[in-house]
């Protein structure tokens, strides 16, 4: 029910992605506050995860859902209203802060289940993604139909099911109090964070808010450009719900370290295959591993020696660290295919993730020596 509130409350913000690059500059939003507005919920949610999952803490993941997800349908609506730049600017704030509560607050409730994480972690990551399966699947042919303002009416609609689902949700007993999340912990570069932080980076970021510009060609009319844009998106989320839950089983059988650090090593594959303009397989085989990474991030941190006794403390560090990656991704992403070649700069990225990959390996030992 948790992540089914968050998958109900993420509409709004999953159809912003391939409607704004598409539809923005007509709209007269230029490159630059496209940019801003892709990433500043991200960026507001790095300074914001530490102490939201310390409200968590205090007052309890229900509460914490009910809130954001009220937040979430009200910004959908603002996204419709077409208020200007400022008020669109502001919901994306509000956003950003509803979205960390619905996040923490759904990872503690995983994290509460004893035995079989992994599979809890999957099934979690499998359901949030159900809501912009939803979106992306009917928002094109909303937008079509009765244009962009209405389209976002009839979302935050159906977001009132999060809502819903939140306020359904049992009461909580009160137990000990749980230990403080802290800053400095949470901002502290490790080889986990910065692996995270760089996937992140080019995944989420850059990949995401490129994928216009990859695909586009001067034959297709925006209409059909943003239906292409939506059908991968549509299928990064696709892949994200059914290999999380595939990803959950193997995890009983494999670890989830070895599952973890196999995933990363496609994820390069891909990114190289896309350097070399196989861009179909690259994108769907990178969307589809990491997936994997995406769910299983914040249980090898909560696995890890330094973690075990506060996994709120796990979950806000690398919650911030793939904020950062994404928001700097997102801000800088259609500036960068711009300004290079896709070939030379998809290399550049695959080779950095190699590199960091390879620092935490030695850090954390390789799959057959430590399996959680």
């Not at 159900?130 to 009765?146: D, E, F, N, R, W």
């Not at 370290?257 to 496609?266: G, P």
């Not at 006794?309 to 500036?335: C, E, H, K, M, R």
Request: with cysteine; aromatic share 10%.
């Amino acid at each position: 029910m948790s992540s089914g509130t968050m998958a109900f409350a993420g509409m709004g913000d999953a159809f912003l992605y391939p409607v704004l690059p598409v539809y923005g500059q007509g709209m007269g939003v230029s490159a630059f506050a496209i940019g801003v507005l892709l990433s500043v919920n991200r960026l507001v949610r790095i300074v914001a995860n530490t102490y939201v999952a310390n409200l968590v803490a205090r007052f309890g993941t229900k509460h914490m859902l009910v809130v954001s997800s009220f937040i979430a349908v009200a910004t959908t609506v603002f996204y419709g209203l077409n208020l200007g730049l400022v008020v669109f600017f502001v919901a994306r704030v509000l956003w950003g802060l509803c979205y960390s509560g619905l996040k923490i607050a759904t990872l503690n409730y995983a994290t509460s289940i004893k035995g079989r994480r992994g599979l809890a972690f999957a099934v979690s990551q499998s359901t949030k993604s159900m809501g912009a399966l939803l979106v992306l699947s009917v928002g094109p042919m909303l937008v079509k139909q009765t244009g962009i303002e209405h389209g976002f009416y009839f979302i935050a609609t159906i977001s009132v099911i999060g809502l819903v689902l939140a306020l359904c949700l049992p009461k909580e007993e009160v137990g000990q109090p749980k230990a403080e999340v802290k800053a400095k912990n949470v901002f502290y570069p490790s080889s986990l964070n910065m692996l995270v932080f760089t996937t992140s980076i080019v995944v989420d970021g850059i990949l995401v808010v490129g994928l216009a510009l990859l695909l586009g060609s001067q034959q297709m009319s925006n209409s059909e450009l943003l239906a292409l844009v939506a059908i991968y998106l549509l299928g990064k989320k696709l892949l994200a719900g059914l290999i999380s839950l595939l990803a959950g089983v193997l995890s009983l059988y494999m670890g989830t370290l070895r599952l973890y650090t196999l995933s990363i090593v496609c994820i390069i594959v891909g990114l190289l295959l896309i350097a070399a303009n196989v861009l179909t397989i690259g994108i769907l085989m990178v969307f589809l591993f990491n997936a994997i990474v995406v769910t299983f991030s914040p249980l090898v941190a909560i696995e890890g020696k330094v973690n075990k006794s506060n996994p709120l403390q796990a979950i806000s560090g690398v919650s911030t660290w793939w904020d950062l990656g994404a928001a700097l991704g997102a801000f800088a992403g259609v500036y960068l295919i711009e300004m290079m070649s896709p070939g030379y700069l998809f290399l550049s990225l695959s080779l950095v993730i190699l590199s960091l990959f390879i620092n935490f390996i030695k850090q954390n030992g390789s799959p057959d020596t430590r399996i959680i």
